[in-house]
T-cell receptor, first 116, second 111 residues
Framework: GAVVSQHPSRVICKSGTSVKIECRSLDFQATTMFWYRQFPKQSLMLMAT?????????EQGVEKDKFLINHASLTLSTLTVTSAHPEDSSFYIC????????????FGPGTRLLVL | DAKTTQPPSMDCAEGRAANLPCNHSTISGNEYVYWYRQIHSQGPQYIIH???NNETNEMASLIITEDRKSSTLILPHATLRDTAVYYC????????????FGSGTQLTVLP
């Protein structure tokens, strides 16, 4: 299947700082990428839909000024958590959609964020 | 997208077939059934998907009932590495829409 990478795999930062997470589709082009968040013992929750060359669409309750998404190319989307707080500590997972029929989504390995 | 219902947990002996059920009684004609799994602390892994015909790949088989109201994911020879949360998701095919994850089935493969 298609490969999606994320960087970094884990990050620890101080409260008030910003953290950038990269999501790349390595062997296919993705016009649409998704960002999910997963808290311990919970399922994945969609944060936003990222479309190449346009503004991201955020889910209700997700602050677009806090979680900045940029999808500048067909293989790269970035999520920046601005002014991170301890409650932003979570597992952030991106997915990229391959085109051509049923639009299967492939997920990255996830980024574990810990805000102290 | 149609709602799915899965048992919260299942056990399976190593080497045996694991049969994971999923109910999707409100599925529409243009909705596909997707299966993903998530091993602890990793991103979800795509397994298989289908519309109405049974499907098989190197990982698993997907059996969809004739009325499409339920399906079964079959791992033919479960190994310890198959221990994971398995998600059954129904979604319209050909659409650039997100996947909606339920709580899935925690499959534990026992030695």
């Amino acid at each position: 299947g298609a490969v999606v990478s994320q960087h970094p795999s884990r990050v620890i930062c101080k409260s008030g700082t910003s953290v950038k997470i990269e999501c790349r589709s390595l062997d296919f082009q993705a016009t649409t990428m998704f960002w999910y968040r997963q808290f311990p013992k919970q399922s994945l929750m969609l944060m936003a839909t990222s479309n190449e060359g346009s503004k991201a669409t955020y889910e209700q309750g997700v602050e677009k000024d806090k979680f900045l998404i940029n999808h500048a190319s067909l293989t790269l989307s970035t999520l920046t958590v601005t002014s991170a707080h301890p409650e932003d500590s979570s597992f952030y997972i991106c997915s990229a959609m391959s085109s051509g029929g049923q639009e299967t989504q492939y997920f990255g390995p996830g980024t574990r964020l810990l805000v102290l | 997208d149609a709602k799915t219902t899965q048992p919260p947990s299942m056990d399976c002996a190593e080497g045996r077939a694991a049969n994971l059920p999923c109910n999707h009684s409100t599925i529409s004609g243009n909705e596909y059934v997707y299966w993903y799994r998530q091993i602890h602390s990793q991103g979800p892994q795509y397994i298989i998907h289908g519309l109405k015909n049974n499907e098989t790949n190197e990982m698993a088989s997907l059996i969809i009932t004739e009325d499409r109201k339920s399906s079964t994911l079959i791992l033919p020879h479960a190994t310890l590495r198959d221990t994971a949360v398995y998600y059954c998701i129904v979604r319209v095919g050909g659409s650039a829409r997100q996947l909606t994850f339920g709580s899935g089935t925690q499959l534990t493969v026992l030695p």
